[in-house]
């Protein structure tokens, strides 16, 4: 900084035509930096590539380019070391950098800014920047389907309660409806590896908003710093944030697969089910009643999701209105995008290391099974097979589900006499269909809850992991 800070508060890189200096308020409700500055290596990164690209084509000398990569490589360390002096006057992560360089190699510094715009620059940086979040993201996504993998594997025959309105339905086994979230999961991936390529274009080049006068090689550029290409028009390089819009909404799909299994974690851990128990070390108890332990941190991944969808919303709405091209709007798309790639990060992990330290249950899945007449649809199914139509099927079933309520027995409970009663179609073969393992096992085709089925599902997965 200079060593008069008046002197310093007053100019800005902007400011040679203005009578007077920035409003305080206005000042702090301008600058970015307080938060942009988390953008500072890949600014650092795009502006070493402008300025090779600079040096290659004769538009500044090599000397320069030298400079530039000395000052900016002290910038680096600073920066990394926590050293360097952020300051608002400087407005934002661009302005405090450039300054600073000028500082270190003066001239140099001050040519770095040729045939380039903040706009440009900073739509740059930030798809440097939300492109490499998406890489520690998928690495992320990852482990969690793999300790997904890894879970469904162990329960592939443990048997549960599939449910419809939160009835019990049908068998199913808890690996089952675990790789149900696996799917999840593995579009959410598929989700975000898409949206990448579209963050992944180069909107260096663009300048302001038409492109500049000097001749600038954009494909090398693009190439130094891994883009997959150019942004081919300069006034949408600089004017659309429909990567981070893109990328937000895949985020809040993903958040709402998180807040599902939260939400079922949540239930399931609860005595009246007490499907599972969730590992100490993710629940809190409460300061007043000695007894409880809350699944805290599920309920937090459920309660985060309504914050990404927010970010999405806002991001929607900051661009809707914008006439073309760039404006300072465009500046708020910063924090949300920050907010919820830190938010799906952590809720992602969380997930996953709560998941390796579940305990299942299975007795109590097992007994929860036994309560709903889970098996009335293998009923219909065999009676079916044995000529009835399926309506008249699903009335004769019914009303054995009738009787056997009454008796408080289950199906499977009632004796062959009995069932017999209900059709003159049921055989002495019958009661091997009513038990939950027959009646998951007869669900072996791709997609079905067969444990057979269930560890071909895992057994792709895996080979495509
Ligand atoms: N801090 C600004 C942003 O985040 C950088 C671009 C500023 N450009 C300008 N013409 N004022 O968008």
């Not at 459920?302 to 465009?330: C, E, F, H």
């Not at 219909?380 to 099927?393: E, Q």
Request: aromatic share 6%; hydrophobic share 40%; charged share 25%.
């Amino acid at each position: 900084m200079a060593d008069d800070p008046m002197q310093e508060d007053t100019h800005k890189p902007w400011s040679g035509r203005f009578g007077e200096p920035l409003d305080r308020l206005a000042q702090r409700f301008n600058a970015s930096v307080t938060f942009d500055q988390r953008l500072a290596e890949h600014d650092i990164e795009g502006s070493l590539a402008h300025a090779r690209m600079l040096g290659r084509c004769g538009i500044i000398p090599a000397k320069d380019v030298a400079d530039i990569e000395r000052g900016m490589a002290e910038i680096l360390a600073e920066v990394r070391a926590g050293r360097f002096a952020w300051s608002i006057e400087r407005e934002d992560v661009h302005l405090n950098i450039e300054s600073r360089l000028t500082e270190l190699v003066g001239d140099a510094g001050k040519r770095l800014h040729t045939a380039r715009s903040r706009n440009d620059q900073v739509a740059t940086d930030m798809r440097l920047w939300l492109r490499a979040e998406i890489d520690g993201l998928l690495g992320v996504l990852k482990a969690l389907r793999t300790r997904i993998l890894d879970i469904a594997e162990q329960h592939a025959a443990t048997l549960m309660p599939g449910y419809t309105h939160l009835q019990v339905a049908q068998p199913v086994t808890f690996g089952h409806h675990l790789m149900a979230y696996y799917e999840m999961f593995s579009r959410d991936t598929e989700r975000l590896v898409d949206c990448r390529r579209r963050v992944n274009r180069l909107p260096l080049g663009a300048s302001a908003l038409a492109g500049t006068s000097y001749p600038i090689d954009r494909e090398s550029v693009a190439k130094e710093l891994g883009f997959e290409g150019v942004c081919e028009n300069s006034l949408d390089a600089v004017a659309d944030r429909d990567f981070a819009v893109e990328f937000l909404a895949a985020a809040s799909l993903s958040m709402t697969h998180v807040s599902r299994i939260a939400e079922e974690l949540i239930l399931w851990m609860n005595p009246r089910f007490g499907f599972v128990k969730l590992a100490d070390r993710f629940c809190t108890g409460s300061s007043i009643m000695p007894q409880k332990k809350n699944p805290d941190m599920a309920e937090l991944m459920r309660g985060k999701t309504g914050r990404v969808y927010g970010s999405l919303v806002a991001m929607l709405t900051v661009t809707k209105g914008q006439p073309l091209t760039y404006n300072k709007d465009n500046q708020e798309d910063k924090e949300p995008l920050f907010d919820a790639v830190d938010t799906l990060r952590d809720v992602l992990s969380l997930l996953t290391e709560m998941l390796g330290g579940l305990t299942v249950n299975a007795e109590r899945m097992r007994a929860a099974l036994s309560e709903g007449y889970a098996t009335a649809t293998d009923l219909a199914d065999y009676l079916v097979r044995k000529g009835l139509p399926f309506r008249d099927a699903h009335e004769v079933v019914a009303k054995a589900v009738k009787t056997a309520e009454a008796a408080g027995k289950d199906l499977a409970e009632l004796s062959l006499p009995e069932l017999k009663a209900f059709s003159p179609l049921v055989g002495d073969d019958v009661l091997k269909f009513l038990t939950p393992e027959g009646s998951v096992a007869s669900r072996s085709h791709i997609g079905g809850t067969a444990p057979t089925a269930v560890r071909a599902a895992i057994a792709r997965a895996r080979s495509r992991l």
